[in-house]
């Protein structure tokens, strides 16, 4: 059998992708009072899921695969949430915030808005550990120019 030389062998190119090693569910639900709700989670500093909700959609969940290397990561939720008032006057809350995920492969996260929607996080409601708030608005979320 004869080998081609080198300038005729294919070749081929592997792309280095992170294995992964698990995965976990973010949801979010329209709350009580709201039009409509644009949210976005970053995980690692990496924009993982959009969340689009109003009275037709109240409800969506995204599935988060995680790398091998890592077992805690960082998050940060961002949003716009427009409410009705019980006067019927419409207002829109730029909302945000950030923290750590502590081995949250195989949990069902959820996302929670609180204090007249001045908080915005993340929460695991079978293991309150899996998620630690960091206080204050995330620095990852910058408001929209539009």
Do not use: W
């Amino acid at each position: 059998m004869q080998i081609p030389p080198p300038s005729s062998r294919p070749v081929r190119v592997l792309l280095a992708t992170p294995a992964l090693a698990g995965s976990f569910d973010v949801e979010d639900g329209y709350g009580e009072g709201e039009v409509s709700e644009v949210s976005r989670l970053y995980v690692d500093e990496q924009l993982v899921a959009t969340f689009h909700l109003d009275h037709d959609h109240t409800t969506q969940t995204a599935h988060v695969e995680t790398p091998v290397s890592r077992v805690n990561h960082s998050y940060a939720l961002c949003g716009e949430i427009t409410i009705r008032r019980p006067a019927g006057k419409i207002e829109i809350h730029q909302v945000s915030g950030e923290g750590v995920l502590h081995e949250p492969d195989g949990h069902h996260l959820v996302a929670l808005g609180a204090r007249n929607f001045t908080e915005f996080y993340l929460a695991d409601p079978d293991d309150p550990n899996v998620v630690e708030r960091h206080p204050g608005r995330s620095s990852l979320c910058a408001a929209p120019t539009s």
